[in-house]
């Protein structure tokens, strides 16, 4: 198992450039989250989605779009790229259950920089 | 709004020495806290808190958590370079989509 993956793994793009971090897990997980990491600043959620064709927003939505057209893909559209995204962007995914709480298991992570 | 705090920020200590990393919050509908580490990349697990005053352990690690009091914190013992890393805080505010909010994390520096 790959568990999380992350394409691309560094990017540096322009101010008002476009593009898209995709987020793949073959662990059949039903939700999936994106999040962003500034120093000091901790994970923050941009957007998560818990099954197949539905996304929602989190903390920090903002200049994101997202989709899940697949199950086992999660994706992350920056649609005009600004220089307050530039960040690390993490992906993750975890089981559904009834459980209090599941592990998140989290990708190796995409460093954009936006000049 | 809720809110993780963790402290301190940094924390710089001499191998064999034990440190306690401290994580407060305020959340509505507490649900579980979690402890994972992050070294140069994805952050890993380590453990899972849901009831109040259980102590989780694995290794040298231990985490405890007060419901009460609202907070947790992780022990580590006979600490070695390898502990080196970010050490993060979260918790899960409710149920459905089990998102999690995040402390700003503690910086642990093991020195030989």
């Known amino acids: 198992n790959a568990g999380v993956t992350q394409t691309p793994k560094f990017r540096v793009l322009k101010t008002g450039q476009s593009m898209t971090l995709l987020c793949a897990q073959d662990m059949n997980h039903e939700y999936m989250y994106w999040y962003r990491q500034d120093p000091g600043m901790g994970l923050r959620l941009i957007h998560y989605s818990v099954g197949e064709g539905t996304t929602a927003k989190g903390e920090v939505p903002d200049g994101y779009n997202v989709s899940r057209l697949k199950k086992q893909n999660f994706l992350l559209g920056l649609e005009s790229a600004a220089p307050s995204q530039t960040s690390v962007y993490f992906c993750?995914?975890?089981?559904?259950?009834?459980?209090?709480?599941?592990?998140?298991?989290f990708g190796p992570g995409t460093r954009l920089t936006v000049l | 709004e809720d809110k993780v705090v963790q402290s301190p920020l940094s924390l710089v200590v001499h191998e064999g020495d034990t440190v306690t990393l401290n994580c407060s919050y305020e959340v509505t509908n507490f649900r579980s806290l979690l402890w994972y580490k992050q070294e140069k990349k994805a952050p890993t697990f380590l453990f899972m808190l849901t009831s109040s005053g259980i102590e989780k352990k694995s290794g040298r690690l231990s985490s405890i958590l007060d419901k009460k009091e609202l907070f947790s914190i992780l022990n580590i013992t006979a600490t070695q370079t390898g502990d080196s890393a970010v050490y993060l805080c979260a918790v899960g505010p409710g149920q459905g989509a089990q998102k999690l909010v995040f402390g700003q994390g503690t910086r642990l520096t093991i020195n030989p």
């Open positions: 993750a995914s975890s089981y559904s259950t009834d459980r209090a709480y599941n592990e998140q298991f």
